[in-house]
């Protein structure tokens, strides 16, 4: 359980000594650690390096987090939402598919006393009256957030967009869209589990949203990003750790076949498709 390996890593002094800070520099690391963290309101237990992505979060405000799919970057973000309310910060917007709105929802109203409001559809006008009257997390999509140019008040402490590759065509209006709203917050999180490694200049216009200072500086070292002058420079904004990096408890990967019964209905539509040839179906 999450809990005991926590204590276990705090008693141990397995913290980010353990990991030498996930690759950042002692500088960076140094700040990172001293970040004061409260997560008063956060129904669940955070383990070491979710907590220390946090602090990064909160340190660097304006940030890429990629950590590998399965360590908890909702986690990580709905704490860093509920440590900046209790500094004070009131108004939170998540945007992410249309696919895990619920799901992103259902989340935030499990582990943590944050209220969240689906923006979607036929409740966007009273979402988003709530949601500026009351506080919380406004969760809507790419889709939605392309009708907020209407001179409304859409201002957010925190910005969070999941799945941000989605965003990753500077000429799409929900790119634009994104830009416009996260150019007028002080905290953006964007969140992404795919290898930006593999596509360079994606990484380096998610980055240049985020920090235009430091997406600048990248243009002479972008051929270089296995390099350690690119891997430093974009420390400050990018942060990734794999499963390996972080849970030593994990048993290596475990494959179960399970034979399921087919319905009678599924019966049928089997039986047409394979005599339609139809392999998809």
């Given at each position: 359980?999450?809990a005991?390996?926590?204590?276990i890593?705090n008693?141990?002094?397995?913290?980010?000594?353990?990991?030498?800070?996930y690759?950042?520099?002692?500088?960076?690391a140094?700040?990172?650690k001293?970040?004061?963290?409260?997560t008063?309101g956060?129904?669940?237990?955070?383990?070491?390096?979710?907590?220390?992505?946090?602090?990064?979060?909160?340190?660097?405000?304006?940030?890429l987090?990629?950590?590998?799919?399965?360590?908890g970057?909702?986690?990580?973000?709905i704490?860093?939402m509920?440590?900046?309310r209790?500094?004070?910060?009131?108004?939170?917007?998540?945007v992410?598919?249309?696919?895990?709105?619920?799901?992103?929802?259902r989340e935030?109203?499990r582990?943590?006393?944050?209220?969240?409001y689906?923006?979607?559809?036929?409740?966007?006008?009273?979402?988003?009256?709530?949601?500026?009257?009351?506080?919380?997390?406004?969760?809507?999509t790419?889709?939605?957030?392309r009708?907020f140019n209407d001179?409304?008040?859409y201002?957010?402490d925190?910005?969070?967009a999941?799945?941000?590759?989605?965003?990753k065509n500077?000429?799409a209006?929900?790119?634009?869209?994104?830009?416009?709203?996260v150019s007028n917050?002080?905290y953006a999180l964007?969140?992404?589990?795919?290898?930006l490694?593999n596509?360079?200049?994606e990484?380096?216009?998610?980055?240049?949203c985020?920090?235009p200072e430091?997406?600048a500086?990248l243009?002479?070292?972008?051929n270089?990003?296995?390099?350690s002058?690119?891997?430093?420079?974009?420390a400050?904004?990018?942060f990734?750790?794999k499963r390996?990096?972080?849970?030593?408890?994990?048993?290596?990967?475990?494959?179960?076949?399970?034979?399921l019964l087919?319905?009678?209905?599924?019966?049928?539509?089997y039986?047409e498709?394979?005599?339609?040839?139809?392999?998809?179906a």
């Open positions: 359980p999450i005991y390996y926590t204590v890593e008693v141990t002094d397995l913290g980010i000594e353990k990991e030498e800070a690759g950042l520099s002692d500088a960076l140094g700040k990172v001293d970040t004061d963290v409260n008063a956060l129904t669940c237990v955070l383990r070491a390096y979710q907590l220390f992505a946090v602090k990064y979060i909160l340190a660097q405000k304006r940030v987090l990629g950590d590998e799919m399965g360590l970057k909702t986690i990580e973000a704490a860093s509920v440590a900046l209790n500094r004070g910060k009131s108004r939170f917007m998540v992410c598919p249309a696919s895990v709105l619920v799901n992103w929802c935030i109203d582990h943590s006393n944050l209220s969240s689906k923006c979607h559809g036929e409740s966007i006008l009273a979402s988003l009256q709530t949601w500026r009257e009351d506080g919380g997390v406004l969760v809507t790419y889709e939605t957030i009708k001179g409304q008040d201002f957010a925190m910005i969070v999941d799945e941000a590759h989605y965003a500077p000429d209006q929900r790119t634009k869209a994104l830009v416009r709203l917050t002080e964007y969140m992404t589990g795919t290898p490694e596509r360079v200049s990484m380096c216009f998610l980055i240049t985020l920090n430091i997406g500086s243009r002479k070292t972008r270089l990003v296995f390099s002058a690119f891997q430093d420079k974009i400050g904004v990018y990734r750790r390996e990096d972080v849970l030593d408890e994990l048993p290596d990967l475990i494959e179960s076949e399970e034979w087919m319905t009678k209905d599924d019966y049928v539509h039986v498709a394979v005599g339609s040839k139809n392999f998809m």
